[in-house]
Nanobody
């Protein structure tokens, strides 16, 4: 699966941005899709994730709950991250991620990554 992230940029605190991730394949086959970020000098962290297996659920990083929303469009093979009320600490390179369970052992998830898009929150 090839992923193409877009939508990053420079935004003032309190502003909004929408990130997009376009997948090369039918996203209906994905076991999970989401967004991670890597702030400057820090490790990569999960921001938001849609888990499609089982009952399905959406997970958010605690600090973005109520401000960010992940969504998907199966027809476009894409998912999005709507980021509202941006804060300085949201500055990071954002990566979209897809996970597909290994057919021979569905407990093993294979990760696919987009190239990253930079979000800078600054006044």
């Amino acid at each position: 699966v090839q992923l193409q992230a877009s939508g990053g940029g420079l935004m003032q605190p309190g502003g909004s941005l929408r990130l997009s991730c376009a997948a090369s394949e039918n996203i209906g086959s994905l076991d999970a899709m989401g967004w991670y970020r890597q702030p400057p000098g820090k490790v990569r962290e999960l921001v938001a994730k849609i888990i499609t297996t089982g009952a399905g659920r959406i997970d958010y990083l605690r600090s973005v709950r109520g401000r960010f929303a992940i969504s998907r469009d199966n027809a476009k093979n894409a998912w999005y991250l709507q980021m509202n009320n941006l804060r300085y600490e949201d500055t990071a390179v954002y990566y979209c991620n897809a996970q597909i369970a290994k057919p021979s052992d569905r407990t093993i998830l294979i990760d696919y990554w987009g190239q990253g898009t930079l979000v800078t929150v600054s006044s």
